[in-house]
């Protein structure tokens, strides 16, 4: 079948498809199946369409209905990002609530201030504080496991209503995926429940939080963030520069040479299945 791929993911297993043309989403009458990540397709645009491989466990700015109507299938890739969002997940809380990216600014600016007892860099202990984590599925599980490694005492929605954990948390992290229920679901409102000195976490989707609000709480000084994540991506909204409690990473949640290339692995067979007429590995719709 005729495959076009908007990029060309990392791992052997791509190799498998033989020699796939990489390259942009344009009009085009002769495409039957697209590898994409997470990227709108207009369906208009691919009237021979019969697969959308999404290399991404995130589908949201792909139109599944209209997919459904069309009689495009679409496949995802969960389960073997878990482990890497939930590293990174850690390492964004570590380094706020450390403080370990302002020392490492401070450092490289000769700025090592000596003297413990006039260090300006007391963060706050990771031990006995509480986590909320907002959507506890595959992802935020594997965040909970990792927190109690951390001794992290760790609260979540479903067991927790969501405006108690907003209120009792020292730490959110957030872990939905982006869909018409959760979007701005962490609103202006509920910001403004999280206590003062805490610190908000998304590794899930920007759209998750009114980013407004949460740049307002932040510029506050009243919270903490770290954020890989945003609304429009690649922007990051300006004012979030200069904020030195805040630590920001260019959405690389998943981005480890073994999970990237275990996503590869999983668009592969869903295409190779779809070829040979089998059902999708992991179906979206
Ligand atoms: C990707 C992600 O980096 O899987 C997801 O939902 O957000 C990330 O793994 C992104 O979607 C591009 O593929």
């Known amino acids: 079948m005729n495959v076009l791929a908007t990029l060309r993911p990392p791992g052997d297993a791509w190799e498998e498809l033989g020699d796939i043309e990489v390259g942009q989403l344009a009009p085009r009458d002769d495409v039957e199946i697209l590898i994409v ?20 466990v995130g589908y949201d700015r792909i139109d599944i209905e209209a997919c459904r109507r069309r009689g495009v299938a679409v496949s995802n890739t969960p389960g073997v990002l878990d482990a890497a969002v939930a590293d990174l997940t850690m390492g964004l809380l570590l380094a706020v609530r450390r403080r370990i ?22 963060g706050r202990e990771i031990g006995g504080s509480v986590l909320g984590i907002v959507g506890y599925g595959r992802i935020g599980k594997a965040v909970a496991r990792r927190a109690a490694g951390f001794d992290l005492e760790v609260i979540y929605t479903r067991e927790t209503p969501l405006e108690e954990l907003l209120a009792r948390a020292d730490i959110v992290s957030v872990h939905t995926p982006l869909n018409a229920e959760t979007t701005g679901l962490i609103s202006r409102e509920r910001l403004a429940l999280l206590r003062d000195g805490s610190t908000l976490i998304n590794t899930a989707r920007g759209a998750v939080v009114d980013e407004d609000a949460l740049v307002d709480e932040l510029e506050s000084g009243r919270i903490s963030a770290g954020l890989d994540v945003f609304v429009h991506e690649p922007h990051v909204p300006e004012r979030l520069y200069g904020l030195p ?30 070829e040979r007429g089998e059902p999708l590995v992991t179906p979206v719709a």
């Open 37 to 56: 990540a997470n990227e709108p397709v207009d369906l208009d645009w691919f009237p021979a369409l019969r697969l959308i491989a999404n290399f991404s």
């Open 245 to 274: 409690s805040v630590v920001l990473t260019p959405h690389i949640a998943s981005a480890t040479h073994e999970t990237r290339a275990a996503m590869t692995r999983i668009v592969v067979d869903n295409v190779l299945a779809f």
């Open 101 to 122: 990216v302002e020392g490492d600014a401070a450092v490289r600016r000769g700025r090592w201030e000596q003297g413990w007892s006039e260090s300006p860099f007391l």
